[in-house]
């Protein structure tokens, strides 16, 4: 009875929540296309340029939630891919696009919760650009900030029977010289809530 009632809470919430996944429906920002250098300010108000925030070997912009059940449940995750690619030259760029999230939340949640800079992107102008529709959603540019893959960090909401790393595996091809075969994999999360929905 109780695995039931938590099910169904589980339930609620992600509805609340809006959790969804992108088909890929809502963006035109091909696979292959040259991500043209942007600044956004970060939850200090000081703002960052993408192109000075990117490793040698590329960047990973990440849409995050402050209040998203499926943010929270890969938060260790993607700060351990995060750190094991530091080194690697490949950097992590947060960036929060929710209109329903203040500032002060967001700030907080990312001090408490990663050890790389989230961005604001009031108006959702980024997530508009790149058609990001939820968090957490990945965006892997190479040095050249050409988009090599887009989509699901890898296929477990809750980090449990995890059977295929996409956003790993797409790291270590691109590395290694070698086309990345599975380029979009669909994410899923909660919805970004945009300005003036």
């Known amino acids: ?17 809006g959790f969804i996944s ?4 809502a963006s035109d920002f091909a696979i292959g296309t040259t991500l043209e250098d942007f600044s956004l300010p970060d939850t ?5 340029s993408f192109n000075d925030l990117k490793g040698k070997n590329g960047a990973v912009i990440i849409f995050l939630s402050a209040q998203c059940p499926v943010v929270k449940g890969y938060n260790e995750r993607i700060n351990q891919i995060a750190a094991d690619y530091a080194a690697k030259g490949i950097t992590f760029v947060g960036i929060n ?5 203040s500032l002060e939340r967001v700030k907080s949640h990312a001090a408490e919760n990663y050890k790389f800079p989230m961005l604001i992107d009031k108006g959702n102008i980024i997530a508009d650009k790149l058609g990001a529709m939820v968090t957490p959603e990945a965006y892997y540019f190479d040095s050249k900030n050409k988009l090599i893959y887009h989509g699901a960090i890898d296929n477990s909401r809750n980090g449990d029977n995890i059977s295929s790393n996409y956003l790993r595996t797409a790291f270590d091809t691109s590395m ?8 979009r994999i669909n994410a899923f999360g909660c919805s970004i809530k945009r300005a003036g929905e």
Do not use: C, D, Q, W
């Open 22 to 25: 992108n088909n890929g429906k």
């Open 1 to 17: 009875m109780k695995r039931k009632s938590t099910a169904y809470f589980i339930v609620l919430a992600l509805i609340a929540f």
């Open 44 to 48: 200090a108000g000081k703002t960052h």
């Open 176 to 183: 290694s010289g070698k086309p990345v075969k599975e380029t």
């Open 97 to 101: 696009s929710n209109s329903t999230e």
